[in-house]
């Protein structure tokens, strides 16, 4: 092969994949989900008897926001934009109402169908921690509401739009990224107790190949919050 050739091929060969955020910046992201999964039940626990439920919520909000703050702060030092971690486009209504249809047959068979499958094979019983957090007046389902809402937002982009695709790089396969946001995202919930953590990690593999299939955030979204809003808005009264 002539140096002409190879200039050729090398100028026709595809660059690979640059990590959306340095690698750091996601050390930092995996270092303060260990310490909120080590801070875990009686974290929750000591926090709801101290201040209340209500105190509680308003911090989940706070913390919800300032990660997706330190998520735009990584990535957009990349030059990616947060709406290329969302991805998809809603341009008609028809658009939204595709993913809302799609949000909720993931509910019915994955969230609720498969899951519930998962925890009456894994014994899953709720502990103390989880069944204190659940709100038990009307101004604590409005804050619930909001948390519900920005967990479906926020942990969807955390998990599957910056997780996955960081770890789709670093690993240089799709089937990596999945396998290791899924991992983080059921450690993350310590505080549910390692039957429900195992739970969650297939939860967050069937949401993180919901994003990859859809190449977009939004029916995970929408599936997630309707999923933690319903939960806390009724299984109180289950849990009798």
């Known amino acids: 092969m002539n140096s002409a ?3 050729s091929r090398q100028a026709g060969s595809t660059p690979a994949p640059r990590a959306i955020a340095p690698v750091w910046h996601t050390v930092v ?3 303060f989900f260990v310490a909120i999964s080590f801070a875990g039940a009686r ?3 000591s926090g709801i008897q101290a201040r209340g439920r209500a105190v509680l919520y308003v911090v989940m909000i706070a913390q919800q926001w300032l990660t997706v703050a330190f998520i735009w702060y990584g990535v957009s030092r990349r030059g990616v934009r947060m709406a290329d971690l969302v991805g998809g486009r809603w341009a008609r209504p028809a658009d939204v109402l595709r993913d809302i249809g799609i949000g909720i047959a993931f509910l019915i068979i994955c969230g609720f169908g498969a899951m ?3 925890e009456h094979l894994l014994r899953v019983v709720p502990n103390p921690a989880v069944r204190q957090i659940l709100p038990q007046t009307p101004a604590e389902d409005v804050l619930w509401v909001v ?3 920005g967990a479906g937002f926020n ?3 955390v998990y599957r739009g910056y997780l996955q695709r960081q770890f789709t790089v670093l690993t240089r396969t799709v089937a990596g990224g999945i396998a290791l946001q899924a991992i983080v995202f059921g450690f993350s ?3 549910q107790g390692w039957r429900s953590m195992l739970g969650i990690v ?3 593999g069937m949401l993180g190949l919901l994003a990859h299939w859809r190449r977009s955030l939004r029916p995970g979204m929408i599936a997630h919050a309707m999923q933690d809003g319903l939960v806390g808005l009724f299984a109180r009264y289950l849990m009798r």
């Open 116 to 118: 519930g499958v998962i």
């Open 189 to 191: 919930h310590g505080y």
């Open 29 to 31: 992201i995996l270092l």
């Open 202 to 204: 297939v939860l967050g």
């Open 43 to 45: 974290g929750i626990q």
């Open 5 to 7: 050739e190879g200039t």
């Open 147 to 149: 948390v519900a809402l």
């Open 155 to 157: 942990e969807e982009l």
